[in-house]
Structures are given as structure tokens and as C-alpha cells.
């Protein structure tokens, strides 16, 4: 292990490793664990050859295999022949991120829970109706297409060229939601220990995503008007990313609106690095102002690696599954490739649905817009009677109220808060970097009847907060 200059780092990083209890495989097993908890192992660095780390710890080899075949076991690294062993990109980590994320779900836990975790529009009766009978079409069509039905890519198209960014169906690609989109392009782009950019705080669904590539991930600081292009610069000047992500509307989690000018450099400098670039347009329909949002940040550069992502699931329904990306000419090949080798395409009932529903785009807008308007009305009214001590910005759109608390903790707040009937993410689970554990994502597509319920379960769960000051408060 002399020759090898990652030495003193790992015998740093083990230094203690005899400590612990139990035999030797044992105590190096914890070590290693607590390596890739404490963040000094980072998702898909590389663990050193058993045959060197072995001597630098004055054991045999068989005690090193056997501690990382129980590591691989418990899913803490992977290993292949002739790759060696790293430390899995989905491996524990001791952020409140992962301890508190819980896989995507409503309905599952106790009835009378409120779900403040994710944001979903919630269907009407005469809704379901009517995507029953707009389903009724598939079933006269010829079963695959991989790249989405041809009819629905149309609509697509024409939509983004009547909006100024002139598009050709053969350029969209209909995915299983935006979330199959980010996925396959982060899968294409991103390889172990690339580097990447997204906002932070972001949409934590992006961040999983490109986490589980292995790349390196860098946080761009979102102000009050969404990223500061000179922060990108300075990024991509130090690091070189991949890929970047960027929600420029209505962002997740905080309601920035990048401005025009700002959408205009940062577009230049995308174009000059050659950096391909995710332009999430999720939220970009859910605009509550008079006047529309600026137009989409790949408009100010039509020849740069702009992939733009959209779904229904925030405008109609999430449960329809439906979303799509907007392709470059240079990467509509391989992100093609990639949706058909993922599942041969999407559910035809699904996007029959959606080419009902995109017929009359302009009133599916508003219905939404008045919907959901009304809700941040009444969630942030209740928030300034009962919680007055916690702060936002009401946003001209999107769906959720970022919240500073007065105090840190808030993600001891939001295991208090279960109790309570009240599930919550901590705001900082979606941070890049770790941030502030002050923030609190409150979105406003709960049932509006159980908004005042859901608030005084908030209110009640805040003073037991309060009256149990955890460790934060001494800092
Ligand atoms: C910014 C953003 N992008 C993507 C998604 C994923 O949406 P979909 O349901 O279309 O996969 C979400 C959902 O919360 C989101 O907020």
C-alpha cells in the first residue's frame, strides 16, 4: 500500500477502527459503515484492493473480503469482478435526507394522517369520467411506440412552437412522468464521478436521481430570484459538470421565477460550455399572476443542450404517469434509445387521456390556476392567524409555501409533528449541500376542507416543539 497515494487517507479514515467490539471483521464492517454515514465515503468512491488494505491494517486478506461480502450484503457497497468495490450510490447516509425520505406514497399510512410530503392535484369525480372515456381510444391502436404515441408527440410539438420554441414531434420523447425523463437523461449523461450542477434547495426526486449515477454533485445557491448566473459560472468554470438542473419557474421547493435576464445568461453560458441542461417545466403551468412567467430559459438559446421536461401530474393528475422531454437534435438519438430500452414506451390509456386533455390546454391551465390559487390563499391565511412566528414569501406560482421557522430543527420538528397526524419533510432534505435545518416545503394541494384541521394539527405540534428544546437549541 505504500506506492498507493491514497494512503494516508485511509489509514486517516480507519485509524480507529480496532475500537469498536467483536471480532475483527466486525470491527472493520462498523468502520467502513461509519465512513459512508458520516459522508467521508462518498456514493461510488472506490474502497482499496483487499490485497492492499490488508497490510496497511495488519490483517489477513480473508478478514477484509469477508467484511466487504458483508457490506455488499447489506447494500452498503457494490462489487464486480474487475471494477473492484464501491460504496453504493444508495448506501445510508447520515443527512436527514435519506433517514426521513420515504418512498413516494399517499393513502398507505393511518386515514386521518395529512400528507404535507407530496404535492398532487386531487381528482374530481366528472375528471375521472371523463379520462375514463378518453382511454377508450388505445384500444384500437397498434400496441408499441416506444417514443410515445405519434398523435400525442404532435401536440407536444406544437405546443412548445407556439410558445416560441419551434419543435418537431420527432424531437419529443413521452416518458412515464418528468421523473422517467430526469432519470433516463441523468442514466445517459452522468457516469461515475462525473461532475453535476443542480439548484439547491432543488426537487429532491432530481437529486436521488443523479446521486445514484455516482456523479459528484454541486449545489447552485437559489436567492430570491433563483439562481445567480454568476454562481453557475463560477461552477461550471471549477468543476466542468455533465449535466446541469435547473427549474427556472416556479421552482421546487422554493416558487422562484428566474428572471428573463438571468434565464438569458444563464442560456449563453450553457451554450458556450456545451453543457447539457435539464430545464424542468413541471410547474411551469401553474402560474397564478396576470401576466405569464418569462419564456422557457432554452428560448434564449434554441442551439444549446437545453432538454426541456414537462408533465401532466401537476396540471391534471399525477396518477396518469404521463410526462415528456423535449429533445436537441444531437440527443434525440441516444435519449430515444434510452426510453425504449427502459419499457417500449408508455401506457396508451394514459396518453389517449392526456391527448383529451392537451386539446383544450388554455383551460386546463386556468381550471388549475384557480384551484390552486385559492388553496395558497387559504393555507397561507391560516398560517398567518395561527403560526405567526414562521415566515415565507408567497409565490406567484407553483404549489408549495417554503417556510423558515425561527429557530433550527426542523427536522426534529418533523418527527414530532407525525404524532400529530401531519407528515412533513424537512425542508433540508432538499438541499444539495447540507442546508440551514430551518425550512419547512408546505404545499397547498391537501383537500382545502382539511386545511384549517391540518394548520391547528401544526400549531399544536409547534408548541410541544417548543416546550422540548432538542440539541439545536443549545447551539
Ligand atoms: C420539479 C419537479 N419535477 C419533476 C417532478 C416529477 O413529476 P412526475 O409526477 O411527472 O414524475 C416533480 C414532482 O413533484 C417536480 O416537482
Redesign the pocket.
Known amino acids: 500500500m505504500t506506492a498507493d497515494p491514497d494512503t494516508p487517507r485511509w489509514a486517516a479514515l480507519l485509524a480507529e477502527w480496532r475500537r469498536g467490539s467483536g471480532t475483527l471483521q466486525t470491527r472493520l464492517t462498523t468502520a467502513l459503515q461509519e465512513g459512508v454515514t458520516t459522508g467521508h465515503l462518498r456514493p461510488g468512491e472506490r474502497l482499496p484492493a483487499e490485497r492492499t488494505l490488508a497490510p496497511l491494517l495488519g490483517v489477513s486478506r480473508s478478514t477484509v473480503v469477508a467484511a466487504y461480502d458483508d457490506l455488499a450484503a447489506t447494500g452498503w457497497v457494490t462489487r464486480r469482478v474487475g471494477s473492484g468495490t464501491h460504496v453504493s450510490p444508495t448506501a445510508p447516509r447520515s443527512s436527514p435526507v435519506m433517514t426521513l425520505r420515504t418512498p413516494v406514497t399517499s393513502g398507505r399510512h393511518a386515514e386521518d394522517t395529512l400528507d404535507f410530503t ?3 392535484p386531487l381528482i374530481t369525480p366528472a375528471q375521472q369520467e371523463r379520462m375514463t372515456a378518453a382511454s377508450q381510444g388505445a384500444f384500437q391502436e397498434s400496441v408499441y411506440h416506444p417514443h410515445g404515441l405519434p398523435e400525442l408527440r404532435a401536440v407536444l410539438a406544437d405546443s412548445y412552437t407556439r410558445e416560441g420554441l419551434p419543435t418537431r414531434p420527432e424531437q419529443v420523447v413521452v ?8 432519470s433516463l437523461i441523468a442514466g445517459t449523461l452522468l457516469r461515475r464521478g462525473d461532475h453535476a450542477l443542480l439548484e439547491t434547495p ?2 429532491f ?2 437529486i436521488d436521481v443523479f446521486r445514484a449515477t455516482g456523479a459528484e454533485l454541486h449545489g447552485v445557491p437559489v436567492g430570491e430570484r433563483g439562481v445567480n448566473p454568476d454562481d453557475f459560472a463560477h461552477l461550471v468554470r471549477a468543476h466542468g459538470p455533465r449535466l446541469a438542473f435547473l ?1 427556472p419557474t416556479f ?3 422554493t416558487g422562484t421565477v428566474l428572471p428573463a435576464r438571468a434565464r438569458e445568461r444563464l442560456a449563453a453560458l450553457i451554450a458556450d460550455a456545451h453543457l447539457p441542461t435539464i430545464e ?1 417545466d ?2 411551469y403551468d401553474l402560474g397564478f399572476a396576470d401576466t405569464p412567467p418569462p419564456a422557457r430559459l432554452s428560448t434564449f438559446a434554441p442551439g444549446a443542450s437545453v432538454i426541456n ?6 396540471l391534471y393528475w ?1 396518477g396518469l ?3 415528456w422531454m423535449r429533445l436537441p437534435a444531437t440527443l434525440a438519438g441516444p435519449l430515444g434509445q434510452a426510453k425504449t430500452l427502459a419499457d417500449f414506451g408508455g401506457s396508451l390509456p394514459s396518453q389517449h387521456i392526456a391527448l383529451n386533455l392537451l386539446d383544450d390546454l388554455p383551460s386546463l391551465r386556468q381550471e388549475r390556476r384557480e384551484k390552486v390559487s385559492a388553496a395558497r390563499d387559504l393555507l397561507s391565511g391560516l398560517l398567518r392567524i395561527h403560526l405567526p412566528e414562521w415566515t415565507f414569501r408567497t409565490s406567484d406560482g407553483g ?1 408549495y409555501l417554503w417556510i423558515e421557522l425561527p429557530s433550527p430543527g426542523a427536522s426534529r420538528f418533523t418527527h414530532l409533528a407525525a404524532p400529530y397526524g401531519v407528515r412533513l419533510f424537512p425542508g433540508a432534505s432538499m438541499g444539495v449541500e447540507p442546508l440551514p435545518d430551518r425550512y419547512l416545503r408546505l404545499p397547498f394541494t391537501l383537500d382545502p376542507a382539511r386545511l384549517p384541521e391540518a394548520v391547528m394539527r401544526l400549531r399544536a405540534a409547534w408548541d410541544d416543539f417548543q416546550a422540548r428544546p432538542g440539541q439545536e437549541g443549545l447551539a
Open positions: 407530496i404535492a398532487v416518458t412515464s412522468g418528468a421523473q422517467q425523463a430526469i432543488t426537487y426526486g432530481a427549474t421552482q421546487n421547493p424542468d413541471t410547474l421536461v414537462g408533465s401532466l401530474s401537476k399525477a404517469r404521463v410526462g404549489q
